[in-house]
């Protein structure tokens, strides 16, 4: 089993910033792949980012430019540096991790609400 609990959520004017964190504790294995999702109210959950144990990174266009995804693997954690955030942006952020069994793993759940 894996558990993923994620920290760092909050209430941010648009332009401010905000990281997130997720820390990840189990069965991780070493080869995984960690990303953050997000799911704002009367939406689908969407991929935000994604890092592969080896640092391969993905980002979705809307926050390219933007937000960082960053891990660290001794640590096992994962951050988000969001940046220049914009209103559009407001949702619960979720950690999510596949390690190389194929299981897959969701965090909590932190809320990001960006005001105009």
């Known amino acids: 089993q894996v558990q993923l609990v994620e920290s760092g959520g909050g209430f941010v004017q648009a332009g401010g910033s905000l990281r997130l964190s997720c820390a990840a504790s189990?069965?991780?294995?070493?080869?995984?792949?960690m990303r953050w999702y997000r799911q704002a109210p009367g939406k689908q959950r969407e991929l935000v980012a994604g890092?592969?144990?080896?640092?391969?990174?993905n980002y979705a266009d809307s926050v390219k430019g933007r937000f960082t995804i960053s891990r660290d693997n001794a640590r096992n954690t994962v951050a988000l540096q969001m940046n220049v955030l914009k209103p559009e942006d407001t949702a619960v952020y979720y950690c999510?991790?596949?390690?190389?069994?194929?299981?897959?793993?969701w965090g909590q759940g932190t809320q990001v609400t960006v005001s105009a």
């Open positions: 999510y991790l596949l390690n190389a069994l194929g299981r897959t793993f």
């Open positions: 189990g069965s991780i294995f070493s080869t995984n792949v």
């Open positions: 890092i592969t144990s080896g640092g391969n990174t």
